[in-house]
């Protein structure tokens, strides 16, 4: 019998989690008391026990970051969390400004330096190709370079014609499974009237 070992690099992660966040109600620093911090430690010398090569601290307290840092072997990565950990980590969504959506402004983590403000020019960038695409002007012959030639169109057009009822009735049947196997389409939730 052979046997396979596949090994995984696995980061920690210890505090926020925001895939956690309908848990824990919303996006919370964590390990604000002291009860909380040691258990933040603890979590954070377990993930080195079970082999974790570093630790993500998010949103907890400078110290506490600081703490579980100096009680590792492995480097933590520190998010909100402080000057403390052996390195630094924003998302860079934020630290760019690359989401303009009010809401997303309103809730910018407290903790994230912006360093640019790039999501005005990547809406306005968005609108743009939106309107040349509806319009027709996008992509256009500039933006369309790879052509057939004439006898190689005609060939072409010659199969399609050959198959072309085929072709329709696959496609209308195609387009009855995916409506009817789409739950959405079946109850009216895409806003349009059956």
Do not use: W
Request: aromatic share 8%; hydrophobic share 40%.
């Amino acid at each position: 019998m052979i046997s396979y070992f596949v090994i995984v690099a696995v980061m920690g992660h210890v505090g926020l989690t925001p895939q956690a966040i309908s848990v824990i109600g919303g996006f919370r620093a964590q390990g604000r008391t002291a009860t909380r911090a040691r258990a933040l430690l603890d979590e954070a010398l377990r993930l080195e026990d079970a082999g974790a090569f570093a630790v993500v601290l998010e949103c907890v307290p400078g110290n506490v970051a600081e703490a579980i840092t100096k009680s590792l072997e492995i480097p933590t990565i520190g998010i909100g969390a402080g000057a403390g950990t052996s390195g630094q980590v924003l998302v860079y969504h934020d630290m760019l400004g690359m989401l303009s959506h009010p809401h997303h402004e309103q809730f910018m983590p407290k903790f994230c330096k912006r360093y640019a403000q790039v999501g005005h020019a990547i809406k306005d960038g968005l609108e743009e190709f939106k309107a040349d695409v509806e319009s027709g002007e996008f992509p256009g012959n500039e933006y369309s370079p790879y052509k057939m030639n004439e006898s190689e169109k005609e060939l072409f057009d010659d199969l399609l014609a050959s198959d072309a009822d085929e072709r329709k009735l696959h496609h209308e049947d195609n387009a009855k499974k995916l409506k009817q196997a789409d739950e959405y389409e079946q109850l009216s939730l895409y806003g349009h009237k059956k």
